[in-house]
């Protein structure tokens, strides 16, 4: 029978529409499971073969449990703000909105297209004012809660009012960025300016100073994995670093949670790891030095204070505010110029560049408190003003970095370690240095000595033993048109936030997407709006009067906000009253199962678990952690193709020629190449683009051979392949079935279009195992041992691989049991219906037509997966090759349940036992259960 999968695809995409087959219900008695696939950003591109990887093993997942029983959530949605649709407006006037609709458009079309078993009543977008109104009410309950150090969790902003009302900030213990102490009564007595100034000190969403990624060719702030080599990634234009008053989120109220939660979560452990080293715990010492003719003090945090006695020279962030009074009058110039010349770098890259030490000299001095020796004090880039306090102790024997500093400076280097004493975790030989054999330290251990010298600097008052987190609070603000609007407006340069009346607040429409004449951002020029905080309404900028009414904010929320909740939302999307209401929440808790690409190890997981811990705290929802399970899937690399240019011409030649010519090496549209062959079509070159309009070739064999290479599937390659081409030749079951046969999830795996004529053959060979010709025929027969256990093997092996996400080896055994299915003209019902349930997560248009052909009116998609049974799997019988002085010459099947004189009586009775000995008695009879039987003559 032929297999039109075209038309198979079309009836039953169309089917599951209409029948909305996949919707979610909210009220059931079956047990839940929820699968998610990481946000999709919708970009105007579309889905390559590479992207739809990890949707196609969730929906494997999520159609395997519903076979199982469960009630399962599986939705989609877009996270839809982002900077290239704004980008794209602000070069053709055309407004975000409109392309990312196109956008989505074309993913969803694309997307039914292979088939996801999605809830498509669910879908979210983030750009939706009915999605971010509740972004910007999460927002608000941020600005309106605080950190209780004492109970470990957020509480409302009121709660510490009223401890200020009451006691000041006596006995308060409370995560905040400058230490204040006041009175109740001087509480009371402050003005509300002066006390909503006290309480952004404390608020989870707060705004202060903050060194930020500028990138003014895009006029706007970047988050770190948005720039490349100090560059924007988008646009290529430089960044800096600067200092401007920015919304942040106080992630780090939560960073030992969000350290500890690790521990429960099945996650793969590199992803663990990187958000581990993210939080960057470590625990040491804060210590104060003096400076010399100065009031100022350097406070310092250190690991190893320990070593405190080989500290010989201080390093400041060129940021730290202490560079400003601490640099003298002729060391200005200098210090200046390092300044500048640091701006350009991103934080990133003067992490990461550990060789190339750079510095100046401020002019001043600190002195150690234990040896009372001068210390320079310089600035350097590899010093980070967010990490710890922004100094550092210098101490050149014991640390990579500032051997490197000292050496390059000429300073003292000091080694604390004589003899055998083993504090030191490595030390730097160095002729310039000299030894240190303290009091305190001689013949400690490491611990010891740590301990010691903690104790002594809380003792002398310089210090105190303290716990740092490498993480910072994060950024919330971005200079960007095309994102949710923060609902704060300012009365006298204070942040207020607007009721939640009042939202959503509505992105207004601007004539240009670009930041004003005066520097503001886009939002800046906007006619409508401004606040009327009497008549609670937005209205006409030209209205703002600093008295009735406010100007609101113009910086937009970045593009980790909605996703930093949606999954919340996917549970109740219609509700306009609540942003999901307990009931659903408490019942679908958890995400069961995430899958999406390892980029996201640190940004979006670290943001999702700190709005999900936070909403917890509030009472909103009642999980501590969003994501149960977590898999990073691999990627798809594309087969990029290379024509070779003879440099300084236009002429191209032949790979295997190409040895004795000096070539350029150009990527060219895979396209272009014959039949999934190297071949080039050179007449579709030249026509490509028209600088190869008058391209000549030499060409070997009458040929033009590209050069080939395994590289990541992208759109500047060239090497993209069309999922909807795949579909439409193949059928979308063989995609799918073929994405997963590539190899395991977690592994990247190169693409090869040739592949697929091989997972095209089984497919056919599947469904034909259902016809007799063109006629469809399935024999109510009862099955054969052997069809039984088939099947079994079959299902055991799928029900292993699924429950380990094996399913490249699904597909091998799918094959491998069609195969002798096809060898014994299986026709049986019962083997049949099983065997098209068990295909269906992997392939479930050709299971949905073959479950109808059988009779069945519903869907496959909720019957029973088939159980496994032991039984069909234990051989009743075995066949024995019998060998006569080793060579076999017939087969013997017995009982799999005979001894072995059992065995050894009937197989010398046998007739043909009794031709080989020709009226002899064997000298042995070598019988090894259940294998062989050799009898030795």
Known sequence: MFYDHQSIDKKWQKFWEENQTYKTENTTDKPKFYVLDMFPYPSGAGLHVGHPLGYIASDIYARYKRHQGYNVLHPIGYDSFGLPAEQYAIQTGQHPAVTTEENITRYEQQMRKIGFSFDWSREVRTSDSSFYKWTQWIFLQLFDSWYNKTTDKAEDIKELIRH?????????????????????????????????????????????????????????????????????????????????????MRITAYSERLLQGLNSLDWPQPLKDAQEYWIGKSQGAQVTFGVEDSAEKISVFTTRPDTIFGATFMVLAPENPLVKSLTIESQKEEVENYIEQTSKKTERDRMSDVKNVSGAFTGSYALNPFTNQEMPVYISDYVLMGYGTGAVMAVPAHDERDHRFAKKFGLTIINVIENDNDIQEESFDSKDSVCVNSEFLNGLKYDDAKSLIISEIEKRNIGHRTTNYRQRDAIFSRQRYWGEPVPVYYKEGMPYTLPVSALPLELPDVEKYLPTEDGDPPLGNAKNFAWDEANQKIVSTDLIDDEKVFPLELSTMPGWAGSSWYFLRYMDPKNEEVFTDKNLSDYWGQVDLYIGGSEHATGHLLYSRFWNMFMKDRGYIDHEEPFKKLINQGMILGMSAYVLRIDGTNQFVSKGLAKDYQVQKIHVDVSLLKGGTDELDTEKFNNWRPEYADAEF????????????????????????????????????????????????????????????????????????????????????????????????????????????????????????????????????????????????????????????????????????????????????????????????????????????????????????????????????????????????
């Open 164 to 248: 200020f009302e009451n006691h000041g900030t006596q006995n308060l213990s409370a995560v905040q960025n400058d230490q204040l102490d006041f009175t109740a009564e001087e509480w009371k007595s402050a003005s509300e300016l002066d006390q909503q100034d006290i309480l952004l000190n404390y608020r989870l969403a707060y705004r202060a100073e903050t060194t930020v990624n500028w990138c003014p060719g895009l006029g706007t702030v970047l988050a770190n994995d948005e720039i490349k080599d100090g560059k924007s990634e988008r646009g290529g234009f430089p960044v800096f670093q600067k200092k401007m008053m920015q919304w942040s």
């Open 698 to 937: 030499i060409l070997e064999d009458g040929k033009y051979i590209c050069e080939r290479e395994v590289e990541k599937m992208s759109k500047s390659k060239y090497n993209v392949v069309n999922p909807d081409d795949i579909c439409d030749e193949y059928g979308a079951d063989c995609l799918r079935l073929y994405e997963m046969f590539l190899g395991p999830l977690e592994q990247s795996k190169p693409w090869n279009t040739q592949g697929l004529s091989g997972v095209y053959g089984f497919l056919k060979k599947f469904y034909n195992l259902y016809f007799n010709g063109d006629d469809f025929e399935v024999s109510e027969d009862e099955p054969s041992k052997q069809e039984y256990k088939i099947l079994h093997t079959l299902i055991k092996k799928v029900v292993s691989d699924i429950d380990n996400f094996s399913f490249n080896t699904s597909v091998s055994q799918f094959m491998i049991a069609v195969n002798e299915l096809q060898k014994l003209k299986t026709n049986k019902r019962n083997i049949l219906e099983s065997l098209a349930i068990i295909v269906s997560p992997y392939a479930p248009h050709v299971a949905e037509e073959l479950w109808s052909k059988l009779g069945h009116t519903g869907s496959i998609e909720f019957a029973p997966f088939p159980k496994f049974e032991e039984k069909f799997l234990i051989e009743d019988e075995i066949e024995y090759p019998v060998s006569f002085n080793g060579k076999m010459r017939f087969k013997l099947s017995l009982s799999a349940e005979l001894s072995v004189p059992e065995i050894q009586e009937i197989v010398l009775a046998d007739n043909r036992t009794m031709e080989q000995l020709q009226g002899n008695n064997p000298k042995k009879v070598i019988i090894v259960p259940k294998k062989i039987i050799n009898i030795v003559l």
